[in-house]
Structure formats: C-alpha cells, structure tokens
C-alpha cells in the first residue's frame, strides 16, 4: 500500500494533561462528520509505554482504511500493515496493493493509567473521492486477477489429471502469488492451501529400510531408502533430503527419486545414540526455492532407531503462542488466551509430546503452534500453522463457526493438529478446565499475566473476579491458590486447591500445589495423603508418582521412593522425568552405576530434557570425566542459553580441564542468572584459590557457606584448597558451619 501523508503529523505523542473540566475528545465516541471526508478512528489500552500504544493505535486506525477499501488484513498480509504504519508516521511513501493519497492525521489523544500502563487514541481523515475512486480501481483488478488465478488452478489440476505432479504444483505457486498481491483472491489463498495439501497427503512415503540399530561411534553402517507413491503409483524424479540430527549438530544429504520411486542415502555417523533422529522428506519450498507464502508443504518421514534390540522413541517439543486478535474490539483478547491454554492442556496429554512456554525462553522446540482469529457478527473464524524449528510452516487451517461454540472449535482444532501431524490425542473436550464466560476468562488471563509479573494482589484480585462471573471455572480456583500461596494466605491457597480438585479432578496440578504447601510445613503424610488421593482419581497419570517419590525421599524412605519410581517405569518405559528422579535416588544412595544409567536413558528418551542432561553431566563431574561433562554441558546450553547450572557445570569443567578465563567466564554467567547460587559461588573460590586471587577467594566461600553449601567432603578434599586450612580464617568458618579441619 502506498501513502502520500501530504498533511501534519502533529504532535502523534503528546501527554495532555489532566484536570477540571478536561475529559477524552468527543470523535473517541462519535466520529466527526464532514462532507467530503471519511474519518477513522484507532485506539490502543494497556501498553507499557507511551511510543508502544501510539503504534497500536495507529496500526489500528490504518486498519479500519484498509477494510473500508476491501483489503482483509489477514495473518499473511500484517508485515505489510506493520511497513504501512512506519511510513505514516515517517511522512513517506511506500507501495503496495493500494494507494492511498492525502490520508492526515487530525488528533492524538492519550492517557496514562495508575497502574502506569499507556492507553492511546488517533484520528485519521482521507477525502471520500480518493477511497471511493481507489475501491473501485482494487475491485476491477481484483475480478482481473481472480479470473487469471482460476486459469492457473484448473490448469494445474489438468496436470494433476495427467500425472505431472511437480508441473502441477509450480502452477498452483504461480497461483499463490497472484494471490499474494489481490485481496479478492482471499477465499482462493485458503482453497489452494487445501488442494496443494490434500495433493501432499495423496503422496505416500514408505520406509524401505528396517529399523536402524544405533550405537556409539556408528557411521555409514545402514542403507536408508524410503520410497514416493502418488495415488498408487510411483514417483520418480522427487527431490529427497536425508538428514541425520545428533547432539554435534545436523547433516542434510540429498537423493532424488528413480523410476521405482525409491530414494537412498547412508548413515552418517552417530555420536550419541540418545540425541538421534533420522529423517527423510520432500519440500515444495526446497524444490521450488521460493516460499508459499508461509506454508511450507513437506512430507516427513522419521526412520525407527534401535539400541541394544530397543526402540527409541522420539518425544517432540511444542511450543503454543497466543492467538492475534485481528478484530477491533480489545474485549475479545480473552480469546487469544483461551485458545492458547486449551492447546496447551490437550497436547499435554499425549505421549512423547512436551510442551515449552515460549521461543523467548531460548528453549528449542520442533514446533511452533500460532494464528489468529477474527470476531464477526458473532460468528468467528480462526488460523491455526505449525512452524517447524527453522521457521517454515508445516501446516496452515481455518475453524470457522459460532462464537458460542468455541468449546467445540477448540476441540476440532486440537483433532485437526493431531491428524496433520500426526500424533494421538486422547481424552475429551469436556475435560478441559475452562470456562464457556467471556468475563470469567477474561479476568482469569489477566490474572494470569500479573502472576507472571509477579504482581500477586492483582492477580488476587483478578482471580476473585473470574470467579464471582463463574464459581465452576477451575483453573481460577487454581489461580486464586497459587496467589494466595505466594502471599502467604494458607488457609485460602489451601481452600481454593480443594475446591480445583472438587471441580476438575483430572487437573493433577492442584494436587501438587496442596500437597507442596503441606511439604513447606514440613506435613510430609499429609502431603503424601493428597498425592494419593490424586493417583487414585488419575491412574494414568505419571508426574503423581514421581511426586510421591519425591515425599518419600523427604520422609527419608529412599528405598520406597526407588520401589515405586521402578514401578512407574516398568508401566511406561518412556517418561523421562521418572528415570531423573531415580537417578537422583540412586546417586544418594551411592548406587552411582544405577545413577548414571538412569540420567542417561532420562537424557536418551527425551534429549531436549535439560534437568537430566545437567544431572548427567554433574555426575561426571562427581566421577571427574571432565571432559565428557563439559560437553553435555555446552550442549545444554546450546539448547538453554540461560541455563544457570549448565553454565555452573561448566564453569567446574573447564577449572579442571586447566581453562581458568573460560571457568571465570562461565561462573560469572551462572551468578548473572542466578545470583544465590551457592554452589557457583564455591567454584569461584575454586578459581580464585587457583589464580592466586585469596582475598575475592574468602568472599566467594564465606557466601557459598552462607547460601547453604554443605558439600564438606569436597571442602575437605579439594587439593586447591589445601595450604588454606590451617589459617585461623579457615578454623573459623569450619566452627560457624560445622564442617572440620
């Protein structure tokens, strides 16, 4: 879109001041009326800061110009209304489907709440004649173009007829990019998305190879071939990528298809047999070299990996973000959250599926699930892709249907998910702990955005108020538990778990919560009590017993909590979490075999599961396989930049490997993270003691001891440590911490 501002731009962020008489301009309610121009008014509430809600609100009010031209911001088109906002405001010109000339800005308004976040409020006018003489230019070339894009598809589908499916889909690409630039062509974007995957589903992918027996230090010893089928029949000239992803990174090795319709390549070498995935696939994006359009069509196939006779499966990362609200009014954001959670508690439930919190966390994740939606005339339509790792969209879908049914939508958009990629959903929709109130939800996702703020009265508050518009919704009795735990107020945190579990059962997490308030009281049989209460009503489920295992140990019945975390796995040989936390057992019971068999098959299961992968490595630290912990070391941190103990872990490493700029390095991260890290403070003794530095080396111990270290075994062993124990300092901390000479 093009736009010649030919008019001020005045003043787009002034603060106006509040007093008597003084209240919000009256076009904020009632658009101005004056023959000749057309106004449009954007608004923007709750942003941090002033710059942040002018944008919103311009974005917002540019918005509304593009719909009364016709132009549909869909998911695929915001970058070019993000580019459209920054040229008004520049004063400069850029180009696009449309242009729009003399579009002014008359006033900014704008507000700052008590609680300090930013509200702000714009006007836009445009004479009548220009959109009026620019709709009408759009509409004749959209039925131009429309007209052309429907040559190119049933072209396509001739080709398709005659079995030439790559000459087939180029022209659908072709298709896709008039698409690009024609509003009319909407309806088509999303009817061409369908036929191009229902051709990718037609297309069958078949695992020559047997199963692949993996081991340590393996290389080119399998031939991996996989065969392409279209409607029976095969197909020859496919380009093939082979790509074999180990914890030393990612090797692509290209094939293309012959006459059988058959593909190979040999086995690359294998480092660690627990952090394999070995694939084959074909992208439309690759063959083409061009994007569609953000859907990237590719057909995978995960070859099955063996060790020692055993098959490994491969758990997958999700990570699910909010849905854009790409409708007007603020009062449907509650929306975005609730689609969001509802996503997130449905793949929880399925096997060998994870789910991270956000890309912003730094942690890895095979897929990305975001969209958007749009409310109108009580009618909603939503956007559901799938990014893999590397950005490019797998999958792309529309669920349309009544606002008032969006229980049901949620459920066939998580049915939908399942079926494209594959992967088995259990349970029921009606299990989900929401709440069918829009002002409930709406309270409790703001609740929820304070608590991760830290800011518990207010999430208190919002908590009380989902509840008094809904007393069912479950999760706001949760929410109002963990608040009230946060701010000390037991006995409500307390009263509002029961009242989760009485209305939810299946919410494990309540369960947990109570019981972890009776563990901080020191109530270990009542805790065990509730996390029994808990496996009885859900039999199936696999954290409760780790969390039991958990109350033995505290109980000081460790080998109770081995017997019921080996009964645990013998169930399911494949929950990671159950093998760490044995792991942990073993090693305090100083089973250090059994211990490191443990991590490893937690690290194997689950590569991506930091928890075991740095408790693996501090055992080989224990066992002074330096080298081999830094490793694992440097490959969580590859996953979890901001993970303290891999960066503590390190830190140990590389002291000992004789890397003292690296260990300061790498412990002074660890502290940036996680400053009462008591354990980073007594290796930066370490390394003081080492560089000679005794003054800063007394300060790091003096505060290891006071955050809690009581590893005296290595304070009484460390050889660096040695010509400091007979200094009066030394007997003096030994008296104060019960530790000896």
Request: net charge neutral; glycine share 6%.
């Amino acid at each position: 879109m093009r736009l010649k501002n030919k008019g001020l731009f005045a003043a787009l962020f002034s603060i106006l001041l509040t007093g008597a008489g003084t209240g919000k301009p009256e076009w904020i309610i009632t658009l101005p009326r004056e023959k000749g121009k057309v106004f449009f008014t954007g608004s923007s509430a709750g942003e941090r800061d002033f710059d942040s809600a002018k944008k919103k609100a311009t974005e917002d009010a540019v918005r509304q110009t593009a719909g009364y031209l016709g132009l549909k911001v869909k998911t695929y088109y915001l970058q070019e209304l993000k580019r459209m906002v920054r040229r008004l405001e520049e004063k400069t010109e850029i180009k696009g489907r449309a242009t729009i000339e003399n579009l002014q800005t008359e006033e900014v308004y704008s507000e700052k709440s008590a609680d300090g976040s930013c509200s702000a409020w714009i006007l836009l006018s445009c004479p009548e004649s220009v959109l009026s003489r620019e709709r009408m230019r759009l509409e004749e070339a959209d039925r131009s173009q429309a007209k052309e894009i429907e040559r190119l598809i049933a072209e396509g589908e001739g080709k398709l007829k005659s079995e030439e499916l790559l000459p087939a889909l180029s022209l659908f690409f072709l298709a896709f990019e008039m698409i690009s630039e024609s509003s009319a062509g909407d309806p088509l974007y999303w009817k061409l998305t369908e036929r191009c995957r229902k051709v990718f589903n037609g297309i069958e992918l078949e695992k020559v190879t047997a199963p692949v027996i993996v081991r340590t230090g393996m290389i080119s010893d399998a031939d991996l071939q996989v065969r392409f089928f279209y409607q029976k029949k095969p197909l020859p000239s496919i380009p093939v990528t082979f790509r074999f992803i180990d914890g030393h990174g990612e090797i692509d090795r290209r094939a293309e298809t012959d006459s059988r319709g058959i593909a190979r390549s040999a086995l690359g070498k294998i480092y660690e047999p627990g952090r394999c995935r070995i694939e084959a696939s074909f992208s439309l994006n690759g063959f083409l070299g061009k994007s569609f359009y953000e859907q990237e069509l590719k057909r995978t196939v995960i070859f099955d990996m063996e060790a020692e006779g055993e098959k490994i499966p491969y758990t997958r990362t999700f990570s699910i973000e909010p849905l854009s609200n790409l409708t007007a009014q603020e009062r449907y954001n509650w929306i975005s959250q609730a689609l969001a959670e509802s996503l997130t508690f449905r793949l929880s439930q399925v096997p060998n599926v994870s789910i991270v919190k956000s890309p912003l966390d730094d942690v890895p994740y095979d897929y990305e699930i975001k969209g958007s939606f749009q409310v109108l005339g009580g009618e909603i339509e939503i956007t559901i892709q799938a990014e893999d790792s590397s950005g490019d969209v797998t999958e792309a879908f529309q669920i349309k249907g009544p606002l008032e049914s969006l229980l049901k939508l949620q459920e066939e958009i998580t049915l939908e998910l399942s079926d494209r990629l594959a992967f088995q959903i259990s349970g029921t929709a009606s299990n989900l702990p929401f709440t069918t109130s829009r002002q409930a939800f709406e309270a409790y996702a703001a609740g929820k955005i304070l608590l991760r703020k830290q800011d518990y009265t207010g999430a208190l508050g919002k908590a009380e108020e989902a509840i008094r518009y809904d007393p069912k919704f479950s999760s706001a009795h949760t929410l109002r538990a963990m608040t009230a735990g946060m701010k000390g107020k037991r006995e409500l945190a307390t009263a509002s778990f029961r009242k989760a579990i009485s209305l939810a059962p299946e919410q494990v997490e309540n369960y947990i919560g109570l019981s972890s308030l009776c563990i901080e009281e020191k109530d270990f049989e009542r805790a065990r009590e509730i996390i029994v209460e808990g496996i009885e009503r859900n039999k199936d489920d696999y954290y409760l017993p780790v969390m039991l295992a958990l109350i033995y140990k505290q109980q000081g019945r460790k080998h109770q909590a081995v017997e019921l975390l080996e009964k645990t796995i013998q169930k399911t040989k494949y929950f990671a979490p159950a093998w760490n936390e044995l792991g942990l057992l073993y090693q305090s019971l100083g089973k250090m075999n059994e211990a490191e068999t443990s991590f490893s098959e937690a690290v194997k299961i689950s590569p991506r599961y930091v928890a075991a992968q740095n408790n693996l490595a501090a055992y080989y630290l224990k066992k002074h396989l330096d080298a081999l912990a830094l490793r694992i070391s440097q490959h969580v941190l590859d996953m979890d930049p901001k993970n303290s103990f891999a960066w503590n872990n390190m830190g140990l490493a590389s002291l000992r490997l004789g890397r003292n700029r690296e260990a300061f390095y790498a412990l002074y991260k660890a502290l940036s993270l996680k400053p009462d890290l008591a354990e980073a403070h007594y290796n930066l003794a370490l390394c003081c003691a080492v560089s000679g530095k005794t003054t800063e080396m007394w300060e790091y111990l003096e505060e290891a001891l006071a955050l809690g270290f009581s590893d005296f075994y290595r304070l009484k062993s460390e050889e660096v440590l040695e010509k400091h124990r007979m200094e009066p300092r030394w007997r003096a901390l030994a008296e104060k911490h019960g530790f000896f000479k």
